[in-house]
């Protein structure tokens, strides 16, 4: 089983519509959890760190359920420019110190 | 240009040759991190320094693969006997807290 796992997609929407990912994490250690935006032949970029209680930044919601090892983001009212691939990132302290591991990432097409 | 900067960017090399790639990270932070992506997948771990200590390396990585950072500042990342299974985009990070910094990737094409 892969550490993190997200549904690669494609997601097509509309403009306007909303839509959300989801992703989850196998190991019960970790600590951090990200979102990050990567557009074709781009490097990844942070979108928004992930907060237990759950956050918000302005479109974007990020949502953390510890117990099922699930972590989610929601965009609202979505945008061409929203086009990217989202990768969720989670964090783990090892007896070396962090590790930073990365799903495969989540492709967002919004569409006229 | 203050970001984190990897060379060269691009990369074509015949099968058995050795590469080596650099990345100079934000001056400040200590952390520095080695990623390889293909398409369509996400960036995968391949190894960690902090300052001039490389404190993780994936399993994954193998013998022919090397990391560098000697001074806890730059990091090179040499493959020796590339295969063509070695093409992809190796990415460098850097951070000094919880965002990673991306440098532009460095590709490697195998032929």
């Known amino acids: 089983r892969k550490e993190v796992e997200q549904d690669p997609g494609p997601f097509n929407v509309p403009e306007g519509a909303t839509v959300a990912f989801n992703c989850t994490y196998s190991n019960s250690a970790s600590q951090s959890f990200f979102w990050y935006r990567q557009d074709c032949r781009k490097e990844p970029k942070l979108l928004m760190s992930?907060?237990?209680s759950g956050n918000e930044d302005g479109r974007f919601t990020a949502q953390l359920n510890r117990a099922s090892q699930y972590i989610s983001l929601l965009i609202r009212d979505s945008k061409l420019s929203d086009s990217a691939t989202y990768l969720c990132?989670?964090?783990?302290?090892?007896?070396?110190?962090?590790?930073?591991?990365f799903g495969t990432g989540t492709q967002l097409k919004v569409e006229l | 240009d203050t970001g984190v900067s990897q060379d060269p960017r691009h990369k074509i090399t015949k099968r058995g040759q050795n590469v080596t790639f650099r990345c100079d990270p934000i001056?400040?932070?200590?952390?520095l991190y080695w990623y390889r992506q293909t398409l369509g997948q996400g960036p995968e771990f391949l190894t960690y320094f902090q300052n001039e200590a490389q404190l993780e390396k994936s399993r994954l990585l193998s013998d022919r693969f090397s990391a560098e950072r000697p001074k806890g500042s730059f990091s090179t990342l040499e493959i020796q006997r590339t295969e063509q299974g070695d093409s992809a985009m190796y990415l460098c990070a850097s951070t000094g807290g919880r965002e990673l910094f991306f440098g532009e990737g460095s590709r490697l094409t195998v032929l």
């Open positions: 990132v989670v964090l783990i302290l090892t007896g070396g110190g962090n590790k930073l591991t």
């Open positions: 001056s400040e932070h200590n952390r």
């Open positions: 992930v907060y237990s």
